[in-house]
């Protein structure tokens, strides 16, 4: 059985970092390319960033580029989101996604991690 | 930036109701447009991809159709398990855009 299971959300004062982990089992990790994706208090879904196979290309929405960071641990079938620099409207529950590997869709998700930015 | 317009933003529906929801992209993207359901509390799970494809294990009452900007997702039959929130996504370009989300409410 798939599963994704994101950890290392909480509480973090603005200007702040944060290191968000996905644990991913029953597949094979590395043949897929990654992706999280963040959905704020009562709004909807928003995109955040994606990472392939190997961890050497990586895409980010423009709101997070240069503070947000994705990698990969292929070794320990585990995703990362590095949160830097963190501001108020980054406060949300952020969800790991694997991209299908022959439809260009997420096929499977994670619980979710709530982060939440506050003084 | 593709932007993605669904209308309604919200609907209320009986049992057995056929209900459609529609997604509108600010440019072409071909059929690269997949929609998710999100039941409260709960992570979204994929329903349909590439605009028209049923995922596996996605009941048959569940479809979609469309392509270039103008995409559909029906329920027919709806079930009282069918409350949620379903989410239309495109995968043309990235950024990989979503929906505002609309919200199905059960009469």
């Not at chain 2, 069918?82 to 043309?92: E, G, K, M, P």
Request: with cysteine; glycine share 8%.
């Amino acid at each position: 059985e798939v599963q994704l299971v994101e950890s290392g959300g909480g509480i973090v004062q603005p200007g702040g970092s944060l290191r968000l982990s996905c644990a991913a089992s029953g597949f094979t990790f590395n043949r897929h390319w990654m992706h999280w994706v963040r959905q704020a208090p009562g709004k909807g879904l928003m995109w955040v960033s994606r990472i392939n196979t190997d961890g050497t290309r990586t895409t980010y929405a423009d709101s997070v580029k240069d503070r947000l960071t994705v990698s990969r641990d292929n070794a320990k079938n585990t995703l990362y989101l590095e949160m830097t620099n963190v501001r108020a409207d980054d406060t949300a529950v952020y969800y790991c996604a694997r991209d299908g590997l022959t439809v260009r869709a997420f096929d499977s998700w994670g619980q979710g991690t709530l982060v939440t930015v506050s003084s | 930036d593709i932007q993605l317009t669904q209308s309604p933003s919200s609907l209320s529906a009986s049992v057995g109701d056929t209900i459609t929801i529609t997604c509108r992209a600010s440019q072409t993207i071909d059929i690269y447009l997949n929609w998710y359901q999100q039941k409260p509390g709960k992570a979204p799970k994929l329903l349909i991809y590439a605009a028209s494809n049923l995922q596996t294990g996605v009941p048959s009452r569940f479809s979609g159709s469309g392509s270039g900007t103008d995409f559909t997702l029906t329920i027919r039959s709806l079930q009282r398990e069918d409350l949620a929130t379903y989410h239309c996504q495109q995968t043309y370009s990235t950024p990989w855009a979503f929906g505002q989300g609309t919200k199905v409410e059960i009469k």
